[in-house]
Each structure stands twice: as C-alpha cells, then as structure tokens.
C-alpha cells in the first residue's frame, strides 16, 4: 500500500478571505470525501493505464482500498494482486494519479476565479471605475490568486510509495486446515448418513431372518454378577430361557441330528461363552450327557465360568501331553440321591445328566493354525462319540477363521447375535460368512433379546419405540427405499 498526505489548503478562504468554520470542525469528514474522491473511475482508470495494464478501471476498484487514516491527515491506498510487485506498483500509480487529479481540480478552481475576477474588472474598466474601491479590491484579489497560482503545490502529496506487497492470498495454512476442517466436517456427516442406511435390527424375529436361520431362543439381560444363570439363579427368568433354548436345540437335534455344536458369533462380546455355558447345564439338568469344549483360544473363558482356572486343556491333549480323559472336568451325579451333594452349584440338580468341561488349557501359539490341526479334529469326534452333545464355544466368525475351520468337524453350528442394535450390514456379512462353513446350520440365538424386543415389537404392535425413535427409523426406511 501507498500512502498520501491530504494538504488541507482551504481554496475558498483564501479566495474569499473567510474561513470555513466547518473545515476545522470536521477533519474526518473532509478525509472521508478525499477518500470518496479516490475512487473515481478516472484515477483508477489513469493508474491502471500507468503502469501498462491492459485491465479497465474496474479491477483496479474491485482490488483496491482507500483508508482515510484515523488521527492524521494521511490516506492507505492499498492494492491485491496475484502479484505481489504489481500490486505494489498499482497502489504507488493509484496514490499519485490521485493526487495529480486533487491538484487538476484545485488548479481549475483558482483558474476559473481568476478568469471571473478578469472579466469584472474588465467591466469597471469599460464603465471607467477604476478608481473605485471594488476594482481596487478586486485587483488586490487577483494579485493573491496569482500568488496562491504560482505557489499552489498538490493538495496532496504521495509520502511512502508501495514497496512490493505481502501475500495474503492464496492462505495455503489456512486453507488446509480449512479443508482438514470441512473434510472433517463432512466426513462425520457422511458417517451419519452411511448410519443412518444402514439400520439397526432390534427384533429377534428380524435378525434371524437375516440370517435366514430359525429363532432358537431369546435370552434376556442377565443381572450383572450372574452370568451363569443356570446355576445361580435357576429359576429367574434368565434361567428359564435357557430351559426353553434347550428344549429348541433338543426338538431342532432330532431333526437335524446334530451332536457336536459349534458356537460362534458375528464379533466378540455377544455372549457365545455366557450362552454356551448355561446352555450346556440346560440340556445336563434335562438328562443330556453334554461335554463342553473352549475352543476360543483367542480369548478362552469357560474355564472361568466352572471354577477350572489353570486346568489343563484341550491343547495339552493336541499336543499330546495328557490323556483326553484327564483334559474332562466332570462327574456324573451319584445315582442314588443319599449321599450329600458335594459338587459345585454347576453341578447339582441334573437329573441324571452328564455335565462335562473340556477347558481351553494354555496357549502358546497362533490360534489359527493351531486349529487346523488334525489333532483338534479327532478330539472333536472322539468327544462326539461319547456325549448326546459336545457344544463347542469358538471365535467370532467377522475376525477369525477358526470357526470355518473347525465347521469340519462338527455337525451344526449356533450363531450368537446380540440384539442391542446390531446392524443390518453386519448381519448381511455374518450370513455371508455362515454359506462358507462346512456343517448344518441349526439357528440362532439371541441375546440381550427384551432390550432389542422393546424396540422390536412394534411389529406386533404391542409396545412401540419411543417417538423420536419410531418417526427416525421410519425416515430412514423411507430414505432407503428411495
Ligand atoms: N444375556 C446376557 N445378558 C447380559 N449380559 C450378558 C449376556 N450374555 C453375555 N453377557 C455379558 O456380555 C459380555 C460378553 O459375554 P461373553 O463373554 O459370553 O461373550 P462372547 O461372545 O463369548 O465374547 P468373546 O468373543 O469375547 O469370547 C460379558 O460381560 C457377559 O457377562
Ligand atoms: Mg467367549
């Protein structure tokens, strides 16, 4: 930017002799109309044209600024360019075609005034009062503009030319984080929406439709604390659940003839080790043999749900190490109800049943290859021949193979869907990977089911989701459909 000095030489007072009061008074709005005055075309058109641009007087306003300074009589003239040197040279062509363009008018001011004081002189004279006092007068004035002509500088002076200017344009740092921003901004929204296409399913009825797979049982939220129901709290309602789940797989094996059961899930957490666990004292408390087996060697846990921390396992009997015999944990029941029960709590109260536990054991090695073992095969079968039903508590099949491995083995597999809003793509992709396994598939089982249902029934008609809710998902199906 260039600045220019505002010469306030007050034309009128020295023409007339009188000062403007107003001139004193109001410096800023002297200073506003010089600034005003800057932005005649002509200026702009003259210092577009003086620094060889071939642009109209209109860019240059578009780019440029006039700012009457706030406490001296000093104007910035300020210019953007995709240059930084021609800007600078645009501002010091603008700060001095203004002034040039003050000073025109001003010498055009006493111009005219002289050439009207002539002009009534030259009429006294014709009259012959020269010899009056307003030709004498008037002659005194002529002599003072002729002066003031001669002496008359710029009203206006350039006092600092534009040095090349400072880039503010393109703001590379703040455009990027801008873009960070607005690529933030707009990547969360798009979350919403893939969110909001991709539903959630809170009905049992629905999830196992999914999956194209029967509903076997529906098990509600376990208080905290009782995780195996079965032996704690046998006649909750969570227990009972797990009763008519083991009268759905008892009715579903007849059919299907299924012995040995793989559990697994869409990812972990839904509830396979809780399911399996409880299930297993269901069908021994109905008189079933039942061996359960941990084969979740990503995470074992069945040995923390029988009290058979730090037993050996399933691996030391692949690796040869112990007997399978001594990898069971279990005994049946004493026949004759005499003698006092003694067992753990998972133990008591079968009737007859068989409730055996193979825990996982140590691991020391990847689990996925160690699967693939033909030594984890046999087991299986071995187990298979001694039980009415050997359920096997696997990984989740979305983030390990072992459960597609261990298919070969068995007879059916059980999917475990938690139904606290599971997606409708995770379920797609469960079923997906559920063609890929090499056994029946015998159904679904799904837990936290009261929590999905309250939502789920509305189907039924029976209780509808809150509001908000309802006329959200609604939209959604209808954004969907569209
Ligand atoms: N029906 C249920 N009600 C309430 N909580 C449950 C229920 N089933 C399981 N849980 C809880 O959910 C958590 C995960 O359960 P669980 O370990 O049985 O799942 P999992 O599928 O075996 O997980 P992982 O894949 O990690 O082995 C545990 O804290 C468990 O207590
Ligand atoms: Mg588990």
Redesign the pocket.
């Known amino acids: 930017s260039a600045e220019v000095l505002l010469n306030r030489t007050d034309i009128a007072a020295a023409l007339t002799g009188i000062q403007d009061p107003t001139a004193a008074q109001a410096p800023e709005r002297l200073a506003a109309t010089q600034a005003e005055l800057a932005r005649v075309p002509t200026i702009a058109r003259r210092a577009v044209e003086s620094v060889g641009l071939k642009a109209g007087p209109g860019y240059l306003l578009g780019e440029s600024s006039v700012t009457a300074h706030p406490d001296a009589d000093l104007f910035e003239f300020a210019v953007t360019d995709r240059s930084p040197a021609l800007a600078g040279r645009l501002a010091t062509a603008y700060a001095r075609e203004f002034t040039l363009y003050q000073s025109d008018l001003e010498q055009q001011q006493i111009r005219s005034a002289l050439s009207d004081i002539s002009r009534r002189l030259h009429v006294l004279a014709v009259a012959g009062q020269q010899a009056s006092p307003l030709y004498t007068d008037l002659v005194q004035r002529r002599t003072q503009l002729t002066t003031l002509q001669a002496l008359q500088t710029a009203g206006s002076a350039v006092v600092r030319d534009a040095v090349p200017g400072v880039k503010v344009a393109p703001r590379v740092f703040r455009n990027v984080v801008l873009a960070l921003a607005i690529g933030l901004i707009l990547g969360i929204g798009l979350g919403f929406l893939y969110d909001a296409l991709d539903p959630r399913v809170w009905s049992a009825p629905e999830a196992a439709a999914s999956l194209g797979l029967p509903l076997l049982g529906r098990?509600?939220?376990?208080k905290k604390g009782s995780?195996l129901v079965m032996a704690a709290d046998p006649h909750s309602r969570?227990a009972e659940a797990f009763r008519m789940l083991s009268a759905n797989i008892d009715f579903a094996d007849e059919e299907k003839r299924a012995r040995t059961i793989l559990v697994t899930?869409a990812i972990?957490?839904?509830?396979?080790?809780?399911?399996t666990a409880n299930l297993a004292i269901a069908l021994a408390r109905k008189g079933h043999h039942v061996v359960v087996v941990d084969l979740?060697l990503r995470?074992p846990?069945l040995d923390g749900f029988f009290s058979l921390n730090g037993q050996p396992g399933l691996t030391d009997v692949a690796l040869g190490r112990i007997d399978l015999e001594e990898a069971i944990s279990g005994a049946r029941k004493p026949r004759n109800g005499t003698d006092a029960d003694t067992r753990p709590a998972w133990r008591q109260g079968d009737p007859g049943g068989v409730l055996e536990v193979v825990p996982a054991g140590p691991v020391s090695f990847e689990p996925g290859e160690f699967v693939t073992r033909p030594a984890v095969g046999s087991i299986i079968r071995q187990l298979g021949t001694r039980a009415d039903f050997v359920l096997i508590?696997s990984?989740?099949m979305l983030s390990a193979g072992d459960p597609a491995v261990l298919s070969r083995y068995v007879d059916a597999a059980i999917v475990?869907v938690r139904l606290d809003g599971v997606r409708q793509g995770t379920l797609a992709e469960l079923r997906r990977s559920l063609d890929t396994l090499h056994c029946e598939k015998l159904g679904v089982i799904v837990?936290?089911a009261d929590e999905g249902e309250r939502y789920g029934t509305r189907y039924s008609g029976q209780r509808k989701p809150p509001a908000g809710q309802a006329a959200w998902r609604s939209s959604v199906r209808q954004i969907k459909r569209l």
């Open positions: 098990i509600p939220r376990l995780s969570g899930s972990s957490g839904e509830g396979k080790s809780t399911t979740d995470g846990s508590d990984a989740p475990v837990t936290l």
